[in-house]
């Protein structure tokens, strides 16, 4: 009798995926058979930690714990710890079996046995990237006992959200051990299982027109036929007509996969830092257990402080790391210290991130990391490439951009050119993840959606549970194996990055095509704005440390002390670590959770308490060292801008008359501190020069409103409160379109399709409601002759309220808005508005060491996706002959559409952090008018937006200061000595970073009247690039366009 019988193509598929289900006919199919015995644990041990705890400390208070009931067992609230003692023997008839030891509580855990942790769980809840098993034995010998300890976690892979994955967390969850046994593993039905998953995917994933998808199939089926999963002697049989299909190679020129193990774990999202420190453990432990197993199997894993933490906190895992790193299975990558938001730090961030990411990297493993790796950060600044060049970085990965809301980025390998030039081999992933499974649907969309075929036929493939960590599996790495060169599929091989990309360079390099310009994500733009407290916290940091770094190199140069700078250097380093830390890619954007939050801004108090107590003490102990001895106390300038400044300042309080005696203008302030006019030398200490304004500044009160007026600008301001005009005296050109007003608040409706905290959509521009009719006060409050402002009142709505002093200052070419808001909101989106009268196809915006264009207009869909882009400290709008500047102190959204310039101020977003940016807001934002563009020689921008960051310093000397001490001087302005900073090496060293900050080549001097001996050219991780030059009392320097060039000071 014929016993063929015609398929149908959809039900001899669902039979196949019935077949290897833990969902339906588990009884009978064959995935019911992977445990064929167990033994389950009635009672255990259980210590309620509530925060994390030491093993020692666990294990003693499991000796006296009494035995409980699993049943009993409730691991919670949400953020607690719990540890477990579980003694499980093997029965006897046993003997010779795979022996597991199973564990699911829900939630994350760590496996400690014999003293060491071993193994990370994660709990049923966190569905597929479940993990519940631990070998014990592959052989057992029967009767063995084990002891085992447990530390749960009570979140989940992706923390505890409420009824969510982003929703705040839930403060009382609780989890239930629902599975506590040991169970007999039955290695031939995972082959098979894992086979059968393979073939599966063929048929499901392949064209539905390839025969060989037919073929898999059918395989599949005859698989099924054959087997009989209570009867083992079957299983045999069915591996042998899985292993005839798998035989059939690959043909050479098959496309090949480089798959790498990842683990992409966020140093703190729906979760805290100090959870991290665990997920790393967990994670790594796993993947150390999968390397002993696998030795073709290569993991890639960044972020120096994650391993700086597992070093501390686990010293046993981390030591089976090095081992790992040094046979090349475990291969650091990335070369920053955290995986860094890539739009809002600024340059010298970006620069910190990679010094103290690869000397780490150095130190620790013998090397620095070649790629740099940031999977998951919302866009990436066009200056990256040169940073990177610089940082010893060749290689570039990420997959951001395949979340592109508007246009699909059109390359997967290519090069990508910074704005000076530098050009970086770059690649995105095509199955567009960091966390693949490793299955037959994620290897054929690697081939179907790479982009550059014909210019290369190799990429890479991430696989390992991510975000939350987990990591590579067991099934994983199977499956890996099944694929690796099997007819129908791509070539799959264990690689690394520094593998794919060598073999890129040698073979694809030249057919390749370059992206020129930032890396913009057409998605998560709400992340400039949201959690207001950490960016602004952020800056002021920023600008402290550069100023630390400025007096520490300066102490440096004068004292010569090898034992105090080394010390010094300590202390700065363990300041920069905490700070970098907080620029984490979910955290300094504002899309975590209130707790990551709250510790952030702990973070950001500490390091701001410490470095203004170390900064206080190191500018005393340079103005001693620049001291004549005369023991005359005197108010000394310190500028640290390499031009010069004429500031209105705040005195030190208490002022001593004798040292403002002859001084004709001052001014006390209704708060009764006092202002003065001061000018100080550019990068200079010296005694304070007192000046007189060369037009006192007046506010005057006429018939409907107030004008202010500094002989530079003339503002106008209506009774009402709003800005009717900015009069630039020099080119007669007001700023504010006529019949517009300018300073205008406008709230938006800010709902987000899902990423609440993430994301603006371009559909809020059609909510505006322009906040008019509400001011409730305007008054004046100072009269000049150096400060003249006006206090506003504004009522934004009936919950949030807003008051404003508008300042402007003698010799000032800007007006300042000094602004503090009551936010009590929901889902609304605070903007203020300025329609420029100026009009111009791009708007110049500052990025990290230099500045970009941006369209204004919408003529394409590349153009309608940049409704709001990311600015540092400034934005301009300007044609060939004016242009007008709006500068901030802690804003980063920005957008010009025609001809109006807004800045964007809060948001009040409600996940995952319900409380996000409510109560007291504090920021400031100034309009700066100017001659011709931002780069022009009367314009004075970019230096303008530096000094409105900075105040000049001003303080106390214990002594005369010996001279005008000018301790470097740049000869040209376009060239901006950014960072004068110590050696990071044990040496009597300083190293200063410039960079070409106008957009063109040009030639500059650089003159110092340190003791400097030597000079040499160094890369940003200080290494030189060239021989000491003698220093005969200059630098000569050549510049291309936004270059940055560093040098090595020797001073002894």
């Known amino acids: 009798m014929d016993t063929t019988v015609q398929k149908h193509w959809r039900a001899t598929q669902e039979r196949v995926e019935k077949y290897i289900s833990d969902t339906y006919f588990t009884d009978v199919n064959l995935r019911g058979r992977l445990y064929s015995a167990n033994a389950p644990l009635r009672r255990l041990r259980w210590h309620k930690a509530v925060t994390p705890t030491t093993y020692d400390a666990a294990v003693a208070a499991l000796e006296s714990a009494p035995d409980v009931e699993v049943s009993s067992v409730c691991i919670g609230p949400a ?209 150390l257990r999968l390397m002993e197993k696998y030795p073709e199997y290569k993991f890639a894993c960044s972020q120096a402080q994650q391993f700086e933490w597992v070093k501390l906190k686990y010293p046993s895992i981390y030591e089976e790391i090095k081992a790992k790193v040094a046979t090349g299975q475990f291969i650091p990558v990335g070369g920053t210290w955290v995986e860094m938001d890539g739009n809002i730090p600024s340059g010298e961030s970006f620069v910190r991130q990679f010094l103290v990411g690869q000397r780490f990297f150095k130190e620790e493993f013998g090397a620095y990391c070649k790629e740099f790796w940031l999977p998951d950060t919302f866009g990436y600044s066009a200056q990256l490439p040169q940073i990177m060049n610089g940082a010893g970085i060749k290689y570039f990965l990420t997959q951001k951009l395949s979340w592109n809301l508007t246009n699909t980025f059109p390359h997967n390998t290519f090069f990508w050119e910074g704005i000076d030039g530098t050009r970086i081999l770059t690649h995105f992933p095509p199955a567009n993840t960091y966390s693949s499974n490793a299955g037959v649907e994620d290897v054929v969309k690697t081939v179907k959606q790479f982009l550059d075929k014909g210019r290369s036929r190799q990429s890479i493939l991430l696989f390992g549970h991510g975000d939350g960590g987990g990591g590579p599996t067991e099934g994983m790495l199977e499956l890996v194996k099944r694929m690796a060169n099997v007819d129908g599929l791509p070539k799959v091989v264990h690689s690394s990055p520094e593998a794919f990309y060598s073999s890129v360079e040698k073979h694809d390099s030249s057919k390749l095509c370059t992206w020129k310009g930032e890396l913009y994500l057409e998605l998560h733009r709400g992340t400039y704005t949201s959690q207001a407290r950490l960016k602004r916290e952020n800056r002021k940091i920023e600008i402290l440390l550069h100023d630390m770094d400025f007096v520490a190199g300066i102490n440096v140069a004068l004292r010569k002390d090898l034992k105090m700078a080394a010390k010094r250097k300590a202390q700065l380093l363990n300041l920069w670590k905490l700070f970098l830390l907080n620029q984490f890619h979910d955290v300094l954007p504002g899309s975590s959770i209130d707790l990551v939050t709250k510790d952030a801004l702990a973070y950001y108090s500490e390091v701001k308490s410490e470095l203004s107590t170390l900064l206080s003490a190191k500018i005393g102990l340079m103005l001693s060292m620049l001291s004549n001895g005369e023991k005359e106390k005197q108010l000394v300038a310190i500028n640290t801008f390499s031009w010069p400044r004429q500031d209105v300042v705040h005195l030190p309080a208490h002022i001593n008359e004798e040292i403002t005696e002859g001084v004709t203008c001052l001014q006390t302030l209704v708060d009764e501190s006092v202002v003065a006019l001061v000018s100080c030398g550019g990068m200079s200490v010296e005694a304070v020069q007192f000046c007189n304004p060369t037009y006192p500044v007046v506010v005057s009160e006429v018939a409907d409103g107030f004008v202010l007026d500094n002989n530079i600008i003339r503002c106008f301001f209506t009774k009402d409160g709003s800005l009717k005009s900015v009069l630039h005296k020099q080119s007669n050109r007001d700023a504010i379109e006529p019949g517009r007003c300018g300073n205008q608040f406008v709230l938006y409706d800010d709902i987000p399709l899902y990423w609440d905290a993430w994301d603006v959509m371009e559909y809020h521009l059609e909510t505006r409601k322009p906040v008019v009719k509400s001011c409730t006060s305007l008054a004046v409050v100072e009269r000049g002759p150096l400060r003249a402002s006006l206090k506003i009142v504004i009522d934004l709505s009936e919950r949030s309220h807003l008051q404003q002093f508008i300042i402007l200052d003698a010799n000032c070419p800007y007006v300042k808005f000094e602004t503090f808001v009551e936010w009590h909101e929901s889902h609304k989106f605070l903007k203020v508005e300025f329609p420029l009268n100026v009009r111009a196809m791009e708007a110049t915006y500052e990025i990290q060491f230099g500045h970009i264009t941006r369209p204004t207009h919408s003529n394409t869909s590349w153009d309608q996706a940049k409704f709001e882009v990311c600015g540092l400290k400034w934005a301009d709008l300007s044609d060939s002959a004016f242009g007008v500047a709006l500068l901030d102190d802690c804003k980063y959204g920005y957008s010009t559409r025609d001809n109006v310039m807004s800045l964007s101020l809060l948001r009040s977003p409600k996940a995952p952090d319900k409380y996000a940016d409510m109560g007291l807001q504090t920021f400031s934002y100034a309009l700066l008018p100017h001659q011709g563009t931002p780069t022009a020689a009367d314009a004075c921008v970019i230096q303008e937006s530096y000094n409105f960051n900075n105040p000049l310093r001003v303080v106390y000397s214990p002594g005369k200061i010996i001279e005008k001490q000018a301790l470097f001087e740049v000869s040209v302005r376009s060239v901006i000595l950014e960072t004068v900073k110590m050696c990071e090496d044990d040496k009597l060293a300083i190293v200063i970073r410039l960079y070409e900050a106008y957009g063109g080549s040009t030639r500059a001097a650089i003159r110092t009247c340190l003791p400097v001996t030597s000079y040499q050219r160094c890369n940003l991780l200080e290494e030189p690039l060239e021989q000491p030059v003698p220093f005969t009392g200059a630098i000569e320097l050549e510049f291309k366009p936004f270059q940055i060039i560093n040098i090595l000071l020797n001073v002894s």
């Open 79 to 287: 953020w607690s710890t719990h540890w477990f003692r579980c003694e499980v023997c093997v029965p006897a008839e046993w003997v010779g079996k795979h022996i597991r030891f199973c564990w699911d509580s829900g939630c994350e855990a760590m496996i400690w046995y014999q003293g060491k942790a071993v193994q990370g769980l994660t709990g049923s809840a966190d569905g597929n990237q479940m993990r519940t098993d631990f070998t014990l034995v592959k052989c057992a010998q029967g009767g063995e006992t084990f002891v085992l300890y447990l530390e749960a976690a009570a979140n989940g892979m992706f923390g505890t959200g409420h009824n969510g994955l982003i929703n705040p967390p839930d403060p009382k969850k609780c989890y239930s051990v629902t599975r506590v046994e040991i169970a007999v593993f039955e290695e031939v039905v995972n082959e098979l299982l894992l086979d059968l998953a393979v073939l599966f995917g063929m048929s499901k994933y392949l064209p539905s027109d390839s025969p060989r998808a037919y073929e898999a199939l059918y395989t599949a089926n005859d698989i099924i036929n054959a087997c009989n999963p209570f009867d083992k002697s079957t299983l045999e049989r069915c591996l042998a007509i899985s292993r005839k299909f798998f035989s059939e190679k690959n043909g050479d020129a098959q496309h090949t996969i480089h798959a790498i193990g990842h683990c992409h774990i966020d140093t703190a999202w729906l979760w805290p830092y100090s959870e991290t420190v665990r997920k790393c453990a967990r994670s790594w432990s796993t993947t």
